[in-house]
């Protein structure tokens, strides 16, 4: 069973740019579809990529083109790239494991890191 760690949040300023990294152990990253989620206070989960066993990669509607996920399969690692960030960004940022290629649907993943926080404000 796979165990996600997420890492890389904090504090930027609006325009900056952030790195998050969710490190698999338990079993290997390249067996599952890694989804990225968000979650900002008294709002629902949404989700924000989903990186298939392949590297193809596909984004919601308020990332797309300026997020970019990928993975290590040498480094059991998925990364997610965020630029041009804005403060409604801000929010605990989560991976998961599941076996779906494509879907932004929370419920068709099983395996869930900790989240890590991502604050956007000047």
């Known amino acids: 069973q796979v165990q996600l760690v997420e890492s ?7 325009g900056d740019s952030l790195t998050l990294a969710c490190a698999a152990s338990g079993s ?6 890694i989804g990225w989620f968000r979650q900002a206070p008294g709002r629902e989960r949404e989700g924000v990529s989903s990186v298939c066993l392949g590297g193809s990669a596909y984004y919601g509607d308020s990332v797309k083109g300026r997020f970019t996920a990928s993975r290590d399969n040498a480094k059991n690692t998925v990364s997610l790239r965020m630029n041009s960030l804005k403060p409604e960004d801000t929010a605990v940022y989560y991976c998961a494991a ?4 494509g879907t932004l649907n929370k419920l068709h993943y ?12 000047s």
Do not use: D
Request: charged letters at 5%.
């Open 8 to 14: 890389g949040g904090g504090l930027v300023q609006p």
């Open 28 to 33: 290997t990253v390249r067996n599952y579809v």
């Open 98 to 101: 599941g076996p779906t290629c």
């Open 110 to 121: 099983s395996h869930w890191g900790q989240g890590t926080q991502v604050t956007v404000s």
